[in-house]
């Protein structure tokens, strides 16, 4: 139990499996792009239209901020 709670050992590195919606919402996050260019991003890369994508897109970017993956420009801006 001790190494959990020991800072040098904590890992740098996490390993994810992510479905082709979410392996393609990650690569396209940059920092600079809203969650409305990602998802339009993603569906331009598809000849079919996705069902409910840009409800999809939103879903797993606010599960990444939950899980402290990723955060938003806007709130870390609004709390300096």
Known sequence: ???FFISGHRRDH???KLDELGS???KTIDGEKTVKEISD???NQHEEELD?????VSQFI???YEQRYITFQQLE???K
Not at 52 to 56: F, G, M, Q, S, T
């Open 24 to 26: 393609e919402t990650w």
């Open 52 to 56: 409910d994508l840009d409800n999809r």
């Open 41 to 43: 991003s993603i569906q």
């Open 1 to 3: 139990m001790r190494k």
């Open 77 to 79: 801006n609004a709390r």
């Open 62 to 64: 606010s599960l990444l």
């Open 14 to 16: 996490h390993k994810i």
